[in-house]
């Protein structure tokens, strides 16, 4: 094997190595700011019944679900994220069950769920659209989408930072894009926005604009863009 061959594979085994080991461990620590644990607070209650939680990360939402939760699944792509939410589980009045998968491929059947939670995860999955499209099939057709994501800021200034800066900043948090339109990636998901709360949170401006809210299923059949399309000059 030449020098060069030998160096990238050197590379290639810490970069996974990083995304393995310490991604989780930094992105468990970053999520436990107090001004998230803010609108954990807020939003995380209204989820009742059977319950999907997409990147359940390490169990931050856990405490705060209500007595109207019957059961939760807790699906995230990382081994390490989902040991550590194992361990905050353990205190839950309602069972937990634990999906270490892809949100693109949720293995749950149609209409399996009442409502699905996401907070802070549509800005890592690789393609966001498909995985709306995923819950929206496991979600019952009366079901609701309670979020509270990051993403693009309506500030022209910020937001072209946000652009300059997704790059780098996807390298080193496993994925976190600062510039996704959640309003726009919502309804190529097929969810129509029945309420909805923006604005910005302490914090640099780049990751700090919300977008939070309620969200249902439309009638129409959603297109399964692929993510090259959300990456599209307009959407950006």
Same mark, same amino acid.
């Given at each position: 094997?030449?020098?060069?061959?030998?160096? /990238? /594979?050197?590379?290639?085994?810490? !970069? *996974?190595?990083?995304?393995?080991?310490?991604?989780?461990?930094?992105?468990a620590l970053a999520m436990r700011n107090a001004g998230l644990r803010v609108e954990r607070a807020r939003f995380v209650p209204y989820a009742s019944g059977v319950v999907l939680e997409v990147g359940i990360g390490s169990g931050l939402n856990i405490p705060f679900y209500g007595p109207a939760v019957r059961q939760l699944y807790a699906l995230d792509p990382s /081994? *390490?994220?989902l040991r550590m939410a194992r361990l905050r589980a353990g205190d839950a009045q309602f069972p937990v069950e634990f999906l270490h998968h892809s949100a693109e491929a949720i293995p749950l059947r149609d209409g399996a769920v009442d409502?699905?939670?996401?907070?802070? !995860?549509?800005?890592?999955? /690789?393609?966001?659209?498909?995985?709306?499209? *995923?819950?929206r099939r496991v979600l019952r057709p009366m079901g609701r989408l309670i979020f509270v994501e990051h993403g693009r800021s309506p500030n022209p200034r910020v937001a072209r930072w946000q652009v300059r800066l997704t790059p780098l900043w996807r390298c080193v948090t496993g994925g976190c894009h600062l510039n996704r339109p959640i309003d726009r990636l919502l309804a190529l998901?097929?969810?129509e926005v029945? *309420?909805?709360?923006?604005?910005?949170i302490a914090g640099p401006r780049v990751g700090a604009f919300l977008y939070r809210g309620l969200a249902r299923p439309t009638s129409s059949t959603p297109d399964p863009a692929p993510v090259e399309r959300v990456g599209a000059p307009h959407l950006t």
């Open positions: 094997m030449t020098p060069w061959l030998r160096g /990238a /594979a050197a590379v290639k085994r810490l !970069t *996974e190595l990083y995304a393995r080991c310490v991604i989780p461990h930094l992105t /081994a *390490e994220l409502c699905v939670l996401t907070t802070w !995860t549509l800005c890592t999955i /690789a393609d966001p659209v498909r995985a709306l499209i *995923e819950v998901g097929g969810f029945v *309420e909805m709360q923006t604005g910005y």
